[in-house]
Nanobody, 126 residues
Framework: QVQLVESGGGLVQAGGSLRLSCAAS????????MGWFRQPPGKEREFVGSIYWEGNYPDYADSVKGRFTISRDNAKNMLYLQMNSLKPEDTAVYYC???????????????????WGQGTQVTVLS
């Protein structure tokens, strides 16, 4: 049974940093894309970023470029999201995702991913 479990969310002041972690189990994703989405209150789920198994082909939403960094440790089956210079508009539930279905569609469509975590809340205070 595949599981993705996020951790590291919480409350932070604007301008602060948080590091989210995603622990994968049930299978190896070492040769798959993995990524992060988020869902702000009252809004649809939106793409944050994704990365391939060697850390190559990083892709980020314009809203987080230069502030967020995705990394992974394939030996541990872990995915990370380092979030710096946080803004109140970054407040959302953050979801880990793995195994993109159709590479040609790209990483920004939630329905193009096979596995999801349960989410972790990030709240940025102004």
């Amino acid at each position: 049974q595949v599981q993705l479990v996020e951790s590291g969310g919480g409350l932070v002041q604007a301008g602060g940093s948080l590091r989210l972690s995603c622990a994968a189990s049930g299978r190896s994703f070492s040769r798959s894309f993995m990524g992060w989405f988020r869902q702000p209150p009252g809004k649809e789920r939106e793409f944050v970023g994704s990365i391939y198994w060697e850390g190559n082909y990083p892709d980020y939403a314009d809203s987080v470029k230069g502030r967020f960094t995705i990394s992974r440790d394939n030996a541990k089956n872990m995915l990370y999201l380092q979030m710096n210079s946080l803004k109140p508009e970054d407040t959302a539930v953050y979801y880990c995702t793995a195994d993109m279905k159709a590479l040609q569609r790209g990483s920004s469509f939630p329905d193009n991913w096979n596995y999801w975590g349960q989410g972790t809340q990030v709240t940025v205070l102004s």
